[in-house]
C-alpha cells in the first residue's frame, strides 16, 4: 500500500508471516494463521480506503521451517547483511521503519517482546492502549526466537515478534498431525488482526521511523548467525 506523504512515502513497514506449513497436518496454527491475519490487516487498510504515510508491505515467507530461508533471502538482497567485514546495507536499510510478525499459533496476542530495543517501550504502551481492557498488558525487553522477525533484527532493523496466548500450541498443534483448521480461534484471529492493524497504520503515521537499538558489530549489537 504506497505512501502517500511527500516526505515519508519511500519509508516502509512490513509485516509478515510464514507461508509455509508443516507437513503432516495442513499448518494451520504454524503458519496459515499468521500468514491469514496479516492478509486481513492489508485488506482491512484496503477497504477503509486509508491513506498511509509510509508504504506499507506484506512479506509471506518460505522457507522458515527450513532455517528462515525466506525472510533472510528477502532482508540480505533489500536491506543488507553480515558478514567478516560487519554490516553491509543497502540504501533501502536507513528508510525501513518496522516489521512485525505473528508466528506463535491461534492464540490472542497479549502483548511484544522488545528484542533489547528499550526505546520503543514507551511508544509501544501508547499503541497498545485501546487494548489494555481486553488484556493486552505486556512489554517485556526480552528477545525471542525461532521465526522471521529475527531476519530483520540480524542486520539492526527493528523487527517485533508478539506475545500470544498458548491455547494449544506446544501441546497439541506445533508440528503435528493436529494443526488443522478446526484448532483456530476466530475471536482471536480477530482480536489479532485488529492490534496488528493498529501497529502498522501508527507505525505508518508517526512523524520518525521507530528508533533503533545498536547495529550488529556495534558495542551492544549482534550478528545474525
Do not use: C
Request: avoid cysteine; charge should be neutral; glycine fraction near 12%.
Amino acid at each position: 500500500i504506497p505512501g502517500t506523504d511527500s516526505r515519508l512515502k519511500d519509508e516502509v513497514v512490513m509485516i509478515g508471516a510464514h507461508f509455509d506449513s508443516w507437513h503432516t497436518g495442513t499448518g494451520a496454527t504454524d503458519n496459515a494463521a499468521g500468514s491469514a491475519i496479516m492478509m486481513e490487516v492489508m485488506r482491512i487498510i484496503k477497504t477503509l480506503n486509508l491513506q498511509p504515510r509510509r508504504t506499507i508491505r506484506i512479506g509471506l515467507w518460505m522457507g522458515e521451517e527450513q532455517g528462515l530461508l525466506g525472510s533472510r533471502a528477502y532482508v540480505r538482497e533489500h536491506f543488507g547483511a553480515v558478514d567478516s567485514t560487519g554490516l553491509r546495507t543497502t540504501p533501502a536499510h536507513a528508510k525501513f521503519s518496522a516489521y512485525f510478525n505473528v508466528d506463535n499459533g491461534t492464540g490472542k496476542i497479549r502483548g511484544v517482546y522488545q528484542q533489547g530495543n528499550a526505546s520503543v517501550a514507551p511508544i509501544f504502551n501508547a499503541w497498545m492502549g485501546p487494548f489494555k481492557a481486553g488484556g493486552m498488558k505486556t512489554l517485556t525487553i526480552s528477545n525471542t526466537g525461532g521465526t522471521d522477525h529475527q531476519s530483520f533484527d540480524g542486520v539492526g532493523l527493528p523487527g517485533f515478534q508478539f506475545i500470544q496466548d498458548a491455547v494449544e500450541y506446544n501441546t497439541r498443534t506445533h508440528h503435528s498431525n493436529q494443526d488443522v483448521y478446526e484448532r483456530v480461534q476466530e475471536d482471536d484471529m480477530k482480536w489479532n488482526t485488529a492490534v496488528v492493524a493498529a501497529f502498522a497504520w501508527q507505525a505508518a503515521q508517526r512523524d520518525d521511523k521507530l528508533p533503533r537499538k545498536a547495529p550488529p558489530g556495534a558495542p551492544g549489537g549482534r550478528a545474525i548467525p
